[in-house]
Structure formats: C-alpha cells, structure tokens
C-alpha cells in the first residue's frame, strides 16, 4: 500500500494556471463530484482552534491553540501508516484522532483534562466550519452534479458534520465503507463503482495535489481548490505543475464558473 503521508503535501508556493489549466471542449463535463472534506470543504484549523481555546478558558488555561490544531492534524497521516503497516488493525478516523490528542495533550497543558472535556474536544472535527465560499458554491454546483464526499472521515463523522454545518450532499461516501484511507486506489474506484460511474465520470475535488494525483492514477477527473488559510494565516500552498489538473480553481464558487457556470 502506498504511505498515507502521500496525502500531506509539502508547503511550497503553486505555479499560477493558463489557460490550458481550464477544462477542454476534448472532455465531456463529469456527472459528480467528489469532495475531499477537511481543509478543502471545512476550516479543520480554525475550528480546532477555536474548540480547544475553549476548552481551554473553561478551565483556566492557556496555550497557542493555533499551534495545537496543526500538531494534532500533523498526526493524522502517520496514525493512518500504522494501520497500513499492521500496528494497529483497521480504525475509525475518529478513534486515529482520540489516539493522537492523547499523544500530544501533555505538552499543550492539556495533560489535566477530565475524560469527558477530552471526549468532547475530539467531537469538535464533526462540528468543523465550512470556509465562507463553501454553502453558496455547493449549492450552485448542486444544480446540475451529483455531490458526494470522499473523505477519510468516518461515516458518523461526516454525517454529523452535513447537520452542522448545513452541506448539502447528495450522499456521502466515506473511505469506511472501503476498508481503506485515501490515496488508496480502492477509494476512488469504490467512489464511482457506488455511483454507477465510470471512473472517468467522477470529478475529485480537494485542495490537496497528493489526494488528486491518487484520484487521477484511478482514472478520475481533478480539479484543485485553493486554500490559502488551511494551516492558518502563513500557510504556503503545496507545489504542482502546471497543467497538472484539469481544473484549478480559487475557491467553489471559481471552481462553478470554471465548470460551465453550473447551473446558473
């Protein structure tokens, strides 16, 4: 199995796309798209900061939770390894994530906290927020595709996240359902095999170019997102060649206009 650390790009800044970095009259447009979820749909950064300040403040503590979010999200693709590996058998996204705070509570002053504080601040990843272009540009892209996750997040996860923070999928589609994390191939092709599609008829959409590049070696269409603040203010977005994806897009409601205006 490919490493799970495939997922996690480096941070370096991205070429700028041409024209030819658009989608071509050559290719017919696809019939759904596929979000990856955290850091392309939702803010994971922000709201784990935000969770773990409170958290926080309920028990007189300070701390950089900025830097906390990061260091917690930074174990995410080794803990996923360990399962590749035989460590650990199969896990849940949600179980990786109680494993990881455990690992890194200590040296954040969080060593003290009661089992149901710990709890409940591992519950904050489902109650990420969507980035601000996310509901209106979804909801554009609605009308005319089929929208789905393709996430590594658990099923409950995601489910729980949709009611929170209103997204409106048509399905969703967990890596769970696959036995395997993302970039396995296994995903993508279960992805389409779920929706009746050719793998050529389902579009990746992810701010991550490892994910994308995994999705296009399983016959996917891609389409890039960016998002400059997924790490926080300082992020530097992660390499890619030019032309490397068939779209490239500044955010979703870009990314509709850069599919034929879907819908409008």
Not at 60 to 68: Q, V
Request: hydrophobic share 45%.
């Amino acid at each position: 199995m490919r490493p799970a650390s495939a997922v996690e790009d480096k941070v370096i800044a991205p070429p700028r796309p041409g024209p030819s970095a658009a989608m071509t009259d050559a290719l017919p447009p696809p019939r759904a798209l596929a979000f990856d979820v955290f850091g392309t749909v939702v803010d994971w950064h922000g709201g784990i900061r935000d969770a773990a300040a409170a958290v926080a403040a309920r028990h007189g503590l300070a701390g950089d939770w900025a830097a906390f979010a990061n260091d917690w999200r930074a174990g995410y693709a080794p803990a996923m390894d360990r399962v590749r590996r035989g460590e650990l058998p199969w896990t849940r996204i949600d179980e990786l994530h109680r494993m990881i705070l455990e690992d890194i509570a200590a040296r954040h002053g969080l060593a003290g906290l009661p089992e149901a504080e710990r709890a409940e601040l591992n519950r904050a990843w489902h109650r990420l927020p969507p980035w601000p272009d996310t509901l209106p540009g979804l909801r554009r892209l609605k009308r005319r595709y089929t929208l789905t996750t393709l996430s590594n997040g658990n099923f409950s996860l995601l489910t729980e996240m949709a009611r929170h923070a209103g997204l409106p999928w048509d399905c969703i589609v967990s890596a769970e359902l696959f036995g395997h994390y993302k970039p396995d191939p296994e995903c993508y092709r279960g992805c389409a095999r779920l929706l009746d599609l050719a793998p050529a008829e389902l579009m990746l959409v992810a701010a991550h170019p490892s994910d994308l590049r995994a999705a296009r070696a399983a016959g996917l269409r891609t389409a890039y997102v960016r998002r400059p603040l997924e790490q926080g203010p300082g992020t530097v977005l992660p390499a890619f060649e030019p032309e490397e994806f068939e779209l490239v897009a500044d955010d979703f409601g870009d990314l509709a206009d850069r599919l034929a205006g879907a819908g409008d």
